[in-house]
C-alpha cells in the first residue's frame, strides 16, 4: 500500500499556487468576456460565438481549479453525517452505469457517524465510485465497503478494472493528472483535498490489469 498522507504538504501547496494563478488568468479573462459581449451586440458572428464558449470552458475549469484548490471556499457547515446511507444513495445514481457491472456492497457499522462537508464528502465518494465504473471497460466488479475501527469510519471503493501503474500510482492526485481522452484530472484531487481537509487519510492500492482499491478513514463521531 502507498501511503499518501505525506503528499498532503505537496498538495496544499500546489494548491496555493494554482489559486493564485487562477486569480492572475481570471481576472483578464473576465474582462475579455465582458467585451466580447459589446462586440457580439454590434456585429452578431459565429466566431464570435465560438470564442464566447471557448472562453466559458476556460473558465470553468478555472472555477473547478479553484474549488479544489481551497476547499474551505466551499462555504459548507460542518454536520454529523451517516455515510453508509449516503454511499447507498450514491450508488443509485450510477445504477444505469452498474448494469453490467458486479456490485459488492458490504455495510457494517452502519449507525457510524463523521463530522464533515455533507457535500463534499458525496463529491469525494461519487468521484471514487465514478472512477471504478470507468476503470473498468467489458464486465468486472466493484466492492464498496463502509466499517468501524478503532475510532475511524472506514470506507473501501475497490474495482477490478485496469489498474494503474507504480509510476502512475505518484501521480493521483495531482491537479490535471488523466489518463482519459476527455478526462479532466480533478477528481481525485477533490477527493484528497477533502477527505484531508476533513482530518481524514487515504491510500491506495494497485496493480495494472487487475485493479485498484482505494481506502478512506475519517475520524467517527465519538457518541
Ligand atoms: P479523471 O477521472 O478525469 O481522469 P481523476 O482525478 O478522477 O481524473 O483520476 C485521475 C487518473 O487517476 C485517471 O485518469 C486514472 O488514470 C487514474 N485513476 C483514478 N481512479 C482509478 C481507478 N479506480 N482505476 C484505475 N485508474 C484510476
Ligand atoms: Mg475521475
Known amino acids: 500500500a502507498v501511503k499518501l498522507f505525506s503528499e498532503r504538504e ?15 488568468v481570471k481576472n483578464p479573462l473576465t ?10 451586440q454590434d456585429q452578431p458572428h459565429n466566431f464570435l460565438d465560438t470564442m464566447d464558449s471557448e472562453l466559458e470552458k476556460a473558465l470553468t475549469i478555472l472555477h473547478s481549479l479553484l474549488f479544489v484548490s ?21 450508488l443509485s445514481l450510477f445504477q444505469e452505469k ?7 456492497i458490504q455495510i457494517r457499522d452502519s449507525n457510524k457517524k463523521v463530522v464533515g462537508k455533507r457535500n463534499s464528502l458525496l463529491k469525494a465518494i461519487f468521484n471514487l465510485i465514478k472512477n471504478a465504473i470507468e476503470a473498468i471497460s467489458e464486465e468486472g466488479t466493484i466492492k464498496v465497503e463502509h466499517y468501524y475501527q478503532n475510532g ?6 475497490s474495482d477490478s478494472g485496469v489498474g494503474v501503474s507504480q509510476e502512475q500510482l505518484k501521480m493521483l492526485g495531482t491537479p490535471f ?4 481522452d476527455h478526462g479532466t484530472g480533478l477528481g481525485l484531487t477533490q ?12 491510500s491506495v492500492q494497485s496493480e495494472v ?13 465519538k457518541e
Not at 152 to 157: E, G, I, L, Q, Y
Not at 177 to 180: A, C, E, N
Not at 209 to 221: E, R, Y
Open 98 to 104: 452498474l448494469e453490467n457491472v458486479k456490485l459488492v
Open 152 to 157: 475511524w469510519v472506514h470506507v473501501k471503493v
Open 209 to 221: 490489469g487487475k485493479g485498484t482499491t482505494f481506502h478512506v478513514k475519517l475520524p467517527a463521531l
Open 31 to 40: 474582462r475579455v468576456k465582458g467585451f466580447l459581449q459589446l462586440l457580439k
Open 70 to 90: 481551497k476547499p474551505d471556499l466551499t462555504d459548507e457547515p460542518f454536520v454529523s453525517i451517516e455515510l453508509s446511507k449516503e454511499i447507498e444513495s450514491t
Open 191 to 202: 477527493v484528497y483535498t477533502t477527505i484531508y481537509d476533513q482530518g481524514g487519510d487515504i
Open 10 to 24: 505537496k498538495l496544499a501547496s500546489l494548491g496555493q499556487i494554482a489559486a493564485s494563478i487562477v486569480h492572475e
Open 177 to 180: 493528472f488523466t489518463t482519459k
